[in-house]
């Protein structure tokens, strides 16, 4: 998967902290846009009120689990932008008003070129979301995740399109899919059911009191 706006998004100073405010969220959400337009010719109409709730209904569900970041910092951003491309995927605040018309495609670009074409609304989402954990992890670890073959795989966005857009939860899942970690389907957007999560909870001295929440 191309991640032109990931380095972008890695310049910013405590990234983190400031896409939890709506204004930056908002900002770097269209700064991803236009470089996606710019980078494979697909332009996007951006619907802010859209973009707001679904901003907002993240902060509510995150909110709600964010004490699993104490247990495992790492999986927690990775779990808390997958609700976020649940929200996107849910809301659906950008719309294309234009195909591929500037991509010049080539050996190494023909895959990602398919799948924009296929699902662009869900490209944009996905890399946004993938570039900003990206992006937090070098920041916070020094390091990032791999991104899995998969990713670059059409028929995988087949699946990730019916199935997300019939159970938005299922953005969660496909996003540890393309991380290259093992996904939860039965409950994606529950962090208590992470795999990363109830290996860190089965050594925590507070795993039992979180495990009755």
Not at 50 to 79: G, H, N, P, S, Y
Request: hydrophobic fraction near 45%; charged fraction near 25%; proline fraction near 4%.
């Amino acid at each position: 998967m191309d991640l032109p706006f990931r380095h972008e998004l890695a310049l910013m100073p405590d990234l983190r902290h400031r896409l939890r405010q709506l204004r930056w969220f908002r900002a770097t959400f269209r700064s991803s846009a236009k470089v996606v337009s710019e980078t494979f010719g697909v332009r996007f109409e951006i619907d802010e009120a859209k973009l707001t709730r679904a901003f907002l209904d993240w902060i509510e569900v995150m909110e709600a689990q964010k004490r699993f970041a104490a247990i495992d910092r790492a999986d927690f951003i990775v779990f808390a932008a997958g609700l976020v491309l649940r929200e996107l995927i849910r809301q659906g605040p950008a719309r294309e008003i234009s195909g591929l018309t500037e991509m010049i495609e080539t050996e190494a670009n023909a895959g990602t070129a398919e799948i924009v074409r296929f699902w662009p609304e869900g490209f944009l989402y996905t890399n946004y979301c993938v570039s900003a954990i990206l992006a937090v992890h070098e920041q916070e670890f020094g390091t990032a995740p791999s991104i899995d073959k998969c990713a670059d795989d059409l028929r995988t966005w087949w699946s990730y399109r019916e199935n997300a857009t019939e159970m938005p939860a299922y953005a969660v899942a496909f996003l540890d899919r393309f991380l290259g970690a093992e996904p939860n389907w039965i409950t994606p957007d529950r962090a208590q059911s992470r795999q990363a999560m109830q290996r860190a909870l089965g050594s925590s001295p507070v795993s039992e009191a979180l495990r009755q929440l």
